[in-house]
């Protein structure tokens, strides 16, 4: 598949013009062949009507067309075969397997997304039925369901080019609800994005969806982002990066004559905290496993652990040398973007240069311009708590190790942190009561806490949750992984003594979805019995 580096509306090209990019190789450095040409603000303003046409008619769809829609983009992402993962590796320097993970991921969170679509009872159906003679008032008949939100901007993200890009889980839940999508392509991967957002418009082709339901554009995020953002018909934006560019559209959508929610994942450090009974009993396999974690991807997946707490005392000794040893045997590999390196070289630089800061261990120099090396430092409490830099995100292969000399200063440390993706207890049985202890806490900074595990891995189920509380994301109440992820993009709506023909089929007195519903505060599935008072 020719790459025509175009955006795409409506299911065609737009014109060539205005400022052009290349695509860079990130195994190498240098720029691949293809023109890529921004969007124009016109086109940001068609896009948004193109949306805005779609979604009345997008939302009406039964839910069986939306399902098969759904998994219709699976079947023609996977049919792209070896050309996209090719693409996809020179855009992004990672791995064959890593990609062909991801892939699969992305096609089956489609499917996961179809099934609940299929299934119905996202939609929190609830009736109420009325209450004639009731006093001294009588209840109306009141019946309430979630709706679709309105067309939503989505922006991928630089380090999961499947799974959080053009068909990824912003898309994916935001098309279950019934939403058309409108994809800011990165800038780090426009070919892969171009070649996604091909099998998506086949997809809309050979379902006979609306064709406005789905729009890609290539552009700056602070220019052309910022418009679709303002987009009248744009109801909701979803969001992966940085703290900055998400603040920046969190303001965008704030500052609007009407404003709009915006689920933005920005900046997470995943404190990990290693208990001494864990500590003394598995110092090296929580050294091994922690180095694992925090190179995997090459340090750039947002469930990174940023930071380690731990105590000073038996293990500790043992844990920070085979950590050494972890670190120095693992290999530098290709960042995501020449960019990414820079800002990672930088952040680095400025953390470990922190007075009372000591590198523990690194990895050999990297031989390519485009490499990372994994390194890990070691601090104490002490400096940690008079450190605030030492509590930002460096996003990479690289970590911070805190070593407290009591409990009272490892909480001290962890009450700083902001809010985070993820927490992380290694613990034993003799540590359950520092483990109860600190719960309360790291759930009140965290969306999800993990028990002698590494965060890294983010299971896509019914039950995950991945978003937590301001800067991890800009909504803790939502998710952005698993099929609670629809949430974000719906809105409930109360139908108050309709007409039985006009109510919409899952608040039908039949249930002829058989859904399961909440019918005067008892979930059931059958029908509501009885002639409708």
């Known amino acids: 598949m020719n790459l025509h580096g175009l955006s795409l509306i409506l299911g065609q090209t737009t014109r060539p013009g205005g400022r052009t990019f290349h695509a860079v190789d990130a195994r190498i450095g240098g ?28 939302a009406a769809l039964p839910a069986e067309r939306r399902a098969l829609f759904l998994e219709r983009i699976a079947t023609e992402i996977e049919a792209l075969g070896d050309s996209l993962l090719d693409r996809c590796q020179a855009e992004t ?27 119905g009872s996202w939609v929190d159906a609830r009736i109420d039925p009325a209450l004639p003679e009731r006093t001294p008032l009588p209840r109306p008949d009141l019946r309430r369901m979630l709706v679709p939100l309105g067309p939503v901007v989505v922006f991928g993200s630089s380090n999961f ?28 991967h426009p070919g892969t994005s171009e070649r996604v957002a091909t099998a998506v418009l086949r997809a809309v082709a050979a379902c006979e969806v609306p064709a ?87 340090g750039q997946f947002c469930t990174k652990p940023g930071l380690v707490f ?29 960019s990414i390196r820079t800002e990672f070289l930088k952040h680095r630089a400025e953390v470990s ?108 189920c019914p039950a995950m949750q991945h978003g937590g509380p301001h800067p991890a994301t800009s909504d803790a109440r939502f998710t952005s992984v698993g099929t609670a992820a629809i949430l974000r993009f719906a809105r409930p709506v109360c139908f108050q003594n309709l007409a039985p023909e006009l109510l919409p089929p899952e608040l039908q007195d039949q249930n002829p979805r058989g859904l399961m519903r909440l019918i005067d505060g008892t979930p059931t599935r059958e029908p509501l019995q009885g002639p409708r008072r």
């Open 212 to 298: 406005g339901v789905f729009s890609l554009l290539h552009g700056g995020g602070a220019t052309i982002g910022v418009e679709l953002v303002k987009h009248p018909a744009t109801a909701a934006v979803g969001f992966t990066g940085s703290h900055a560019a998400g603040r920046a559209l969190c303001d965008a959508a704030a500052a609007r004559p009407c404003p709009i929610p915006v689920f933005a994942e920005m900046s997470s450090l995943n404190p990990l905290v290693i208990l001494p009974g864990a500590l003394r009993s598995r110092p090296v396999a929580i050294a091994q496993g922690l180095c694992a974690s925090f190179t995997l991807g090459v």
């Open 353 to 460: 240069g922190v007075p009372g800061v000591r590198l523990l261990a690194s990895a050999p120099a990297p031989e390519r311009p485009t490499d990372g090396e994994p390194s890990v430092v070691t601090t104490t409490a002490e400096t940690f708590l008079i450190n605030p830099r030492l509590a930002t995100e460096v996003f990479g292969p690289f970590t911070v190790v805190v070593v407290a000399q009591s409990f009272a200063d490892l909480r001290r440390c962890l009450e700083t942190l902001d809010g985070q993706l993820t927490a992380t207890l290694q613990a034993d049985p003799a540590d359950n009561a520092s483990a109860r202890a600190l719960l309360p806490l790291l759930t009140r900074r965290a969306g999800r806490v993990v028990m002698n595990g590494f965060p890294t891995g983010v299971e896509v």
């Open 31 to 58: 720029a691949l062949a293809e023109v890529f040409h921004e969007a124009s603000s016109d086109d940001a303003r068609a896009a948004g009507d193109a949306a805005a046409s779609a979604c009345a008619d997008y």
């Open 161 to 188: 080019p499947f799974a959080f890009s053009v068909a990824g889980g912003d898309t994916a839940s935001a098309l279950a609800a019934g939403c058309p999508v409108i994809v800011k392509a990165h800038r780090s």
């Open 93 to 119: 320097g990672l791995p064959l397997a890593r990609l062909q993970g991801e892939r699969a991921r992305t096609c089956g969170q489609l499917r996961l997304f179809a099934g609940l679509v299929r299934e």
């Open 310 to 338: 731990t105590l000073a005392g038996a293990g500790l000794e043992e844990f920070t040398r085979q950590l050494g040893e972890s670190v120095r045997a693992c290999s530098a590999a290709p960042m995501l973007s020449p």
